[in-house]
């Protein structure tokens, strides 16, 4: 018959260099993985992200879990594993969306229409009305001076919304990829029209 071990036993086999424990482990809380995988794998197509990209980013932290996981921990070894994985394809995800945007000129286009929330930039930056001074803004040939400005007066977090929203994310996404709630995602959006619309009275 079988033994069968408890997680107590399988980390200490596993402390103990045992794949064998390892691989009972993994074999026991691989549904971990492939839940969070399925979670995430609408960002990380919209992020040009491959499925087998994000699954090994899961893996790692996976493994993370296994190897830091400590007896004394108030939460369970399952809970832990959650929390690490997680973390690990958030971060990823966050790296890819930063990377995607090295582009930012060209990503900031104000004219052109975002699908996700069909409008375009400058309607979701600023007031949409005719006159509207991003508007004519974007004909202005000092056009990356301005893109400059405005990037140089967001803050890193305001930065990572205004990426995801150029990129797809619905508010929902957006609050659940950067560990918040979707109300501070609106608050965070609503500092960056203000922070904008300034910026484009000065240079208009």
Do not use: W
Not at 16 to 27: F, G, I, R, T, V
Not at 98 to 116: D, G, P
């Amino acid at each position: 018959m079988k033994k069968e071990y408890s997680d107590s036993e399988l980390l200490m086999m596993m402390n103990e260099h045992s794949e064998y424990a390892k691989d009972l482990l993994y074999n026991k809380y691989q549904y971990i993985v492939r839940i969070y995988v399925k979670k995430y794998k609408k960002m990380a197509y919209v992020l040009g992200m491959e499925i087998k990209d994000l699954t090994q980013e899961a893996l790692v932290g996976f493994a993370d879990a296994l190897n830091s996981y400590k007896e004394d921990e108030s939460t369970k070894l399952a809970t832990f594993i959650s929390l690490c994985v997680e973390r690990r394809l958030q971060s990823a995800l966050l790296k890819a969306s930063r990377k995607k945007n090295i582009a930012l000129n060209e990503a900031l286009s104000l004219e052109h229409e975002y699908k996700e929330f069909n409008v375009t930039l400058a309607d979701i930056l600023s007031d949409n009305n005719e006159n509207n001074p991003l508007t004519r803004i974007t004909r202005n040939e000092h056009y990356s001076v301005l893109v400059d400005d405005i990037l140089d007066s967001l803050s890193s977090h305001e930065k990572d919304v205004l990426y995801l929203m150029i990129d797809g994310f619905n508010y929902k996404e957006i609050a659940t990829l950067l560990n918040m709630d979707s109300k501070s995602v609106d608050n965070t959006i609503q500092r960056i029209k203000s922070k904008v619309k300034t910026i484009i009275e000065i240079n208009a």
